[in-house]
């Protein structure tokens, strides 16, 4: 059996250093656009995913808008209120704001009254990209057993959205 040269195993640990280096700093990095002023928390895509995992068992709705959107504008009222109509053991609505900056971000959450509705977050372009949102207002649904039932951009009027969403909780 031919035995491997030194040099690949000094490349496999520094690539394994490396990886882990990398993955202290970014979870010790501020997010980017991040304004201490501010009072929108940011979330990392691990954090979303644990969240959305804690709460398996509900239908979760999560909404990414940004504060140019016109159609957001229209949409937020209608999770807002919704939100008030479903019972949150039903139903999680999370808001994921993909703005340049945090700042921007939350002055919109503020002059929208989204603060208290339902939780809000500044997701920036790391959930972006995650999620690989090329347009907004973006939803995705997911049902109780944590699959996703829907992943689309565009708004959804309040009584078609909630007919759906509906239709998930009474499985």
Same mark, same amino acid.
């Given at each position: 059996?031919?035995?491997k040269?030194?040099?690949?195993?000094?490349? #496999?640990?520094c690539a394994?250093?490396?990886? %882990? %280096? #990398?993955?202290?700093?970014?979870a010790?990095?501020?997010?980017?656009?991040? @304004?201490?002023?501010?009072q929108?928390?940011?979330?990392?895509?691990?954090?979303?995913?644990?969240?959305?995992?804690? $709460?398996?068992?509900k %239908?979760?709705?999560v $909404?990414?808008?940004a504060?140019? =959107?016109?159609? =957001?504008?229209? +949409? &937020?009222?209608?999770?807002?209120k919704m939100?008030?109509?479903i019972?949150?053991? @039903?139903?999680l609505?999370?808001?994921?704001?993909?703005?340049q $900056?945090?700042?921007?971000?939350?002055?919109?959450?503020k002059? *929208?009254? #989204? #603060?208290?509705?339902?939780?809000?977050y500044?997701?920036? +372009?790391e959930l972006?990209?995650?999620?690989r949102i090329?347009? &907004?207002?973006?939803? %995705?649904?997911?049902?109780? @057993?944590?699959h996703?039932?829907?992943s689309e951009?565009?708004?959804?009027?309040?009584?078609? *959205?909630?007919?759906?969403?509906m239709?998930? &909780?009474?499985?």
């Open positions: 059996m031919k035995e040269p030194l040099g690949f195993f000094r490349r #496999m640990a394994l250093l490396t990886g %882990v %280096v #990398m993955a202290v700093s970014l010790s990095a501020p997010a980017f656009g991040q @304004d201490k002023g501010a929108l928390k940011p979330v990392h895509t691990y954090e979303l995913l644990d969240e959305l995992a804690a $709460n398996h068992g %239908v979760i709705l $909404n990414f808008f504060a140019f =959107c016109g159609p =957001c504008r229209k +949409e &937020i009222p209608e999770l807002m939100r008030t109509e019972p949150e053991e @039903d139903l609505i999370i808001g994921i704001a993909i703005d $900056n945090i700042r921007e971000a939350d002055s919109f959450v002059s *929208m009254g #989204m #603060m208290g509705a339902y939780p809000v500044y997701g920036g +372009e972006a990209r995650a999620y090329d347009a &907004i207002p973006f939803n %995705v649904i997911y049902n109780r @057993d944590g996703i039932e829907a951009a565009g708004y959804v009027p309040g009584p078609e *959205m909630k007919k759906f969403l239709s998930l &909780i009474r499985r």
